[in-house]
């Protein structure tokens, strides 16, 4: 998923200086601890955040960053949602199955 950086974000200001920085931390340490943040980072230029989560679909997503302070307060906007297949998988050392995450039909 990605999100765009907005509204009320100060741009003379870096990540942590951001208002609600702590509140918003705090959310995403919490989808981390959870499992459903993998991994995220913003992109080059700083405007755009790039997040993979372990999700069942688009809408799963959408709801569990509502909840985010910096959506709520338009610092943050949910702008795309793709299914990604991993086929290749530095991470764990092993080739990853393309169909691990497939629903039984």
């Not at 530095?90 to 039909?105: C, M, V």
């Amino acid at each position: 998923m990605r999100q765009r950086r907005g509204g009320p974000w100060n741009w003379d200001r870096d990540l942590r200086g951001q208002a609600g920085f702590d509140d918003h931390a705090r959310f995403v340490d919490d989808l981390v601890d959870s499992g459903f943040i993998m991994l995220g980072g913003p992109l080059q230029g700083e405007c755009e955040v790039l997040i993979i989560v372990s999700a069942p679909d688009e809408d799963t997503v959408r709801q569990r960053f509502a909840d985010d302070p910096w959506v709520r307060s338009g610092m943050l906007t949910l702008t795309t949602v793709e299914r990604w297949t991993i086929l290749l998988d530095g991470l764990t050392g092993r080739l990853a199955n393309p169909t691990d995450d497939l629903p039984a039909a």
